[in-house]
């Protein structure tokens, strides 16, 4: 919880970070504003991460300085892991024998780090470094508020999901205080593709279809589609909530090939639609409104069993709105 990492961050010196591999806003925006926060208490701390940072976060203060890496290779007292489900999310070997803090707004995270600070009240990661640096007395810099901002504004989608609070926004009005430009920040992420994300929206789009009801939609991207687009990591996001645009749309299911019968998944909901208790049905997890899972298999048949799966969901979402069932089944 937040005191044990307060303590932790005054006993302690030398700190790595790290977060997801092919990290997003959040995932990079909390490590960097981490990385910060500690740097202004006069710690010694670096951010850590395999593989590259995308382009829209390369511009983050302190981006520059993240270090690529296999295996942890020098000496820290404590490695935070910024918004992972396990220890094999970063992707960097040895985290097993070091001690870990975990730190994640995800409610099915695994309890992994030797600390564990879970919120899944908070809108994202990023809101969470904020309280943090609060708690700790730390002033939060222009280096801390861009990097914390591009956290909230990646995971509530501009302020628009439902993990929108009273509290982000107010954290976001602190943020701008402390010098953030909201419509920089915005750019970087939402007008910075290269064309081939064009080229591969209209590719999947032409794929998007409704089942009977015309409550859940679904879209496909095969590997084709990626190769004929030339598309890069990340030119694909936000195409699972293209089709929520239409009113009677409640939720979608996005199945992009990742190999031979191998597929990753994305669902997003409206409303009290739980495509968590889907996704985890499926062995993945994720939130309410926004899961995702791994799965193998036929496409034709599998991409049937999560529409029938997620109408079921939608089923039961409208049923609790009209007040029709009280008691929840297990399943939702
Ligand atoms: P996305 O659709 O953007 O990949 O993921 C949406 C949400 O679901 C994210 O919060 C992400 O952490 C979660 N999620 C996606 N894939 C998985 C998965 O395979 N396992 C778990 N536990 N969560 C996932
Ligand atoms: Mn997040």
């Not at 803090?101 to 099915?108: A, K, L």
């Not at 909530?241 to 190999?259: F, H, K, S, T």
Request: one cysteine or more.
């Amino acid at each position: 919880m937040l005191s044990q990492v307060v303590e932790l961050i005054e006993n302690k010196n030398r700190f790595g970070i790290t977060t997801h591999i092919k990290p997003d806003g959040d995932g990079i925006g909390s490590s960097l504003g981490l990385c910060w926060l500690l740097k202004s208490l006069g710690k010694s701390a670096e951010v850590i991460v395999r593989g590259e940072i995308p382009p829209a976060y390369q511009n983050l203060p302190g981006a520059e300085e993240v270090r690529d890496i296999e295996s942890v290779d020098r000496d820290y007292d404590a490695i935070f892991v910024i918004e992972c489900s396990d220890l094999d999310r970063p992707g960097i070997k040895g985290l097993e024998h070091e001690f870990t803090v975990n730190i994640d707004h995800h409610s099915t995270s695994a309890h992994f780090g030797t600390v564990n600070w879970i919120d899944s009240t908070a809108s994202a990661v990023g809101e969470m470094i904020y309280n943090l640096c609060k708690a700790i007395g730390g002033r939060v810099t222009r280096e801390i508020a861009e990097c914390v901002y591009m956290a909230l504004v990646t995971d509530t989608g501009s302020f628009h999901f439902s993990n929108t609070t009273d509290r982000t926004l107010k954290v976001a009005s602190e943020l701008v205080k402390a010098g953030v430009k909201p419509a920089d920040i915005s750019e970087a992420v939402y007008s910075n593709y290269p064309w081939s994300r064009i080229e591969l929206m209209r590719q999947v789009l032409d794929t998007v279809k409704r089942d009977e009801t015309g409550r859940v939609a679904s879209l496909r991207q095969t590997l084709k589609m990626r190769e004929t687009s030339g598309a890069v990591d990340g030119d694909n996001n936000g195409f699972v909530n293209i089709p929520l645009a239409a009113r009677d749309v409640l939720a979608c299911v996005y199945m992009r090939e990742i190999g031979e019968n191998q597929y990753r998944v994305s669902l997003r909901s409206k409303g009290d639609i739980n495509v968590a208790k889907v996704a985890e049905r499926f062995g993945g997890g994720g939130h309410r409104n926004a899961a995702g899972l791994r799965i193998d298999g036929d496409w034709d048949e599998k991409e049937r069993e999560l529409i029938e799966a997620v109408r079921e969901a939608v089923e039961y979402g409208e049923a609790v709105a009209a007040g029709d069932i009280t008691v929840a089944p297990d399943v939702f």
